[in-house]
């Protein structure tokens, strides 16, 4: 019995043994010899956005056999080889140009010194172009303003999350064109000595989160040049009826409005008529395109209601106005703001300027404020 079995075994590992070497037979024209090659495939394939264009960028091959890449998009109708020899970087760029605002899908396939290929590495990536850059909004100036050393300083507002930085270009004294560059984390600019009475230009430059160039907009050109807060040092004032004294210490005298104490200023004398006359000499022509008044800080002592501002380079007596005073630079109702600013409708130049209050608030026969100050170029 156990030589039957026995038998039986070694027919049975016989038959295996031919079966197998029949099976290799029929498979072996399949088999490449010492198997299949694959090249090191793109690693870590990613896109990056651009304008107009894509970046890809892959792990530079550990692999020295690898020497081509191929990218391929547009579903393989368009395709672009990569010489990958002279990489000395940690990693491949591969820029896409002229591409349309949109999504794209990259396949990227190596190659050997050999020609064998690797399997397929896929990324893809969003392009932004014109449509991206008509939703942009320039950043907006709150004011700008210089000093007496012709130091411009500029204020600005609000940013949005994809602003890069702002540039302005300004003529300074000696009629040089400057630009100056603004992070989009700052609020303020210096440009210095910026020529008086002309105007700057401004623009800004975004750059999306995940995207690498930058757009700039078109340069815009500010309404104003930078304006100027005159210097109050030797100006003299006097009032058309006086003044009168306020017997707390802080006077009530014409010349207080320029002393920038706001607790400080000209009361009209009690009893004096209207139109109240305030005439101010700068000691020099300015060329004017504002200026602020500003009253007391206690509302029921606010008496305003109409002023008129005039400018000139003749003296304003302080009296009723005349003919020979010609039209005003501005003519305004107050607000009942803290600080009142006239803007003229256009600048205006002059030594001197006058202040005429034509009337009151019923059952308050006075005027009073505390400060004058003017603006320009």
Same mark, same amino acid.
Request: aromatic share 14%.
């Given at each position: 019995?156990?030589?039957?079995?026995?038998?039986?075994?070694?027919?049975?590992?016989?038959? !295996?043994?031919?079966?197998?070497?029949?099976?290799?037979?029929?498979?072996?024209?399949?088999?490449?010899?010492?198997?299949?090659? #694959?090249?090191?495939?793109?690693?870590?394939?990613?896109?990056?956005?651009?304008?107009?264009?894509?970046? $890809?960028?892959?792990?530079?091959?550990?692999?020295?056999?690898?020497?081509?890449?191929?990218? #391929?998009?547009?579903?393989?109708?368009?395709?672009?080889?990569?010489?990958?020899?002279?990489?000395?970087?940690?990693?491949?760029?591969?820029?896409?140009?002229?591409?349309?605002?949109?999504?794209?899908?990259?396949?990227?396939?190596?190659?050997?010194?050999? !020609?064998? *290929?690797?399997?397929?590495?896929?990324?893809?990536?969003?392009?932004?172009?014109? #449509?991206?850059?008509?939703?942009?909004?320039?950043?907006?100036?709150?004011?700008?303003?210089?000093?007496?050393? #012709?130091?411009?300083?500029?204020?600005?507002?609000?940013?949005?999350?994809?602003?890069?930085?702002?540039?302005?270009?300004?003529?300074?004294?000696?009629?040089?064109?400057?630009?100056?560059?603004?992070?989009?984390?700052?609020?303020?600019?210096?440009?210095?000595?910026?020529?008086?009475?002309?105007?700057?230009?401004?623009?800004?430059?975004?750059? /999306?989160?995940?995207?690498?160039?930058?757009?700039?907009?078109?340069?815009?050109?500010?309404?104003?040049?930078?304006?100027?807060?005159?210097?109050?040092?030797?100006?003299?004032?006097?009032?058309?009826?006086?003044?009168?004294?306020?017997?707390? !210490?802080?006077?009530?005298?014409?010349?207080?409005?320029?002393?920038?104490?706001?607790?400080?200023?000209?009361?009209?004398?009690?009893?004096?008529?209207? /139109?109240?006359?305030?005439?101010?000499?700068?000691?020099?022509?300015?060329?004017?395109?504002?200026?602020?008044?500003?009253?007391? *800080?206690?509302?029921?002592?606010?008496?305003?209601?109409?002023?008129?501002?005039?400018?000139?380079?003749?003296?304003?007596?302080?009296?009723?106005?005349?003919?020979?005073?010609?039209?005003?630079?501005?003519?305004?109702?107050?607000?009942?703001?803290?600080?009142?600013?006239?803007?003229? /409708?256009?600048?205006?130049?002059?030594?001197?300027?006058? $202040?005429?209050? /034509?009337?009151?608030?019923?059952?308050?026969?006075?005027?009073?404020?505390?400060?004058?100050?003017?603006?320009?170029?």
């Amino acid at each position: 019995m156990k030589k039957i079995l026995y038998f039986l075994s070694v027919t049975l590992i016989t038959l !295996g043994i031919f079966s197998c070497k029949d099976q290799d037979e029929v498979y072996k024209e399949f088999v490449v010899l010492n198997g299949i090659t #694959y090249p090191q495939k793109a690693d870590s394939l990613r896109a990056v956005s651009g304008y107009n264009r894509l970046i $890809l960028k892959w792990m530079k091959p550990m692999d020295p056999s690898v020497v081509k890449a191929r990218v #391929y998009w547009n579903n393989y109708t368009d395709s672009l080889d990569v010489d990958l020899t002279n990489v000395t970087d940690d990693w491949v760029n591969v820029s896409i140009p002229d591409l349309g605002e949109g999504t794209y899908t990259f396949n990227v396939r190596t190659f050997d010194k050999d !020609g064998n *290929s690797s399997i397929l590495t896929e990324a893809t990536g969003t392009s932004y172009g014109e #449509y991206y850059k008509i939703t942009l909004t320039e950043r907006l100036v709150e004011n700008a303003t210089r000093d007496r050393n #012709y130091t411009g300083t500029i204020k600005w507002g609000a940013v949005t999350s994809d602003l890069a930085y702002t540039e302005i270009r300004y003529v300074s004294n000696s009629g040089e064109k400057k630009v100056v560059r603004m992070p989009a984390n700052q609020n303020t600019i210096e440009c210095l000595d910026a020529k008086p009475a002309v105007p700057f230009e401004f623009r800004s430059s975004f750059v /999306p989160s995940s995207g690498l160039d930058t757009i700039s907009l078109d340069w815009t050109t500010y309404d104003t040049p930078f304006m100027y807060q005159f210097s109050r040092d030797d100006w003299t004032a006097e009032a058309k009826n006086g003044n009168h004294d306020w017997g707390d !210490g802080k006077g009530g005298f014409p010349y207080l409005v320029f002393d920038g104490d706001k607790t400080s200023g000209w009361h009209s004398k009690v009893g004096s008529s209207f /139109p109240q006359v305030f005439s101010i000499d700068m000691k020099q022509s300015q060329i004017m395109t504002s200026c602020v008044i500003v009253p007391p *800080s206690q509302t029921n002592w606010r008496y305003w209601v109409d002023i008129q501002v005039y400018v000139g380079d003749k003296p304003y007596p302080a009296s009723d106005p005349d003919a020979s005073w010609g039209e005003p630079a501005a003519s305004v109702t107050y607000d009942g703001s803290s600080e009142f600013t006239i803007n003229f /409708p256009e600048a205006i130049t002059g030594r001197y300027v006058a $202040l005429v209050f /034509p009337n009151s608030l019923p059952g308050s026969p006075y005027i009073s404020f505390m400060e004058f100050s003017a603006l320009g170029y």
